[in-house]
């Protein structure tokens, strides 16, 4: 059952973050998609209103989310296709952490934290959740993000329904390696 929830998150995410064309699916401008044309363009497999559920509560980061009505479905953050989720500005907590790999942490160290292939540079306040992204790339290092004077600097700090914090870039100096 969870190798079945893990393999519907991923179809999820996949879809609804950088490839919707990939089964003829059109998200609207604020990255919803319509769940019953999901389950109907989806031909791999056997998708139901019932599993997209259990998926959406039990993810372990959130990653998703139902709109009011229950039809619609969108992904919490992570995209690379254009959409606007319609996050206010918030003032950030004092530090934020990144987690990244070893091999990148020269360039970041000279270039600062920036976007590559999503729509922001992802922050978090958890120290858990940034060594298994870290580890994601390779072996793992913290970085610890000046938060707070970022913010006073007038960098904007948006927080997604997930407890995600993006931003659009972290320029070298607000940056410091942890440990
Ligand atoms: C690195 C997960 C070299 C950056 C997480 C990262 C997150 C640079 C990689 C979400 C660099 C991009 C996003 C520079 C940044 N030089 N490398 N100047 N600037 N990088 O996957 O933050 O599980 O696009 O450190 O929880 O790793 O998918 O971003 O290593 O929220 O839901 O370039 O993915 O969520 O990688 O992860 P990514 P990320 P999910």
Request: glycine fraction near 6%; charge should be positive.
């Amino acid at each position: 059952m969870d190798k079945q929830i893990t393999k519907i998150s991923k179809y999820l995410s996949y879809l609804l973050r950088h490839k919707p064309e990939a089964i003829g699916l059109t998200l609207d401008a604020n990255g919803w998609a319509n769940i019953q044309e999901l389950i109907d363009k989806t031909s791999d497999f056997d998708l139901t209103h019932e599993m997209i559920q259990v998926v959406v509560e039990t993810n372990d980061k959130q990653r998703f989310a139902l709109d009011k009505t229950g039809g619609k479905i969108r992904a919490n953050q992570g995209h690379s296709i254009n959409v606007d989720l319609r996050l206010s500005p918030q003032t950030p907590p004092d530090r934020l952490l990144h987690g990244t790999a070893e091999r990148f942490y020269d360039s970041i160290k000279s270039e600062g934290l920036t976007k590559q292939e999503r729509h922001h540079v992802h922050l978090s306040e958890s120290a858990h959740t940034t060594s298994a992204v870290g580890s994601r790339y390779g072996k793992p290092v913290l970085l610890e993000i000046n938060a707070q004077k970022m913010f006073k600097d007038g960098y904007q700090f948006y927080r997604t329904a997930n407890n995600v914090w993006l931003v659009d870039k972290v320029p070298a100096e607000y940056i410091s390696k942890v440990g």
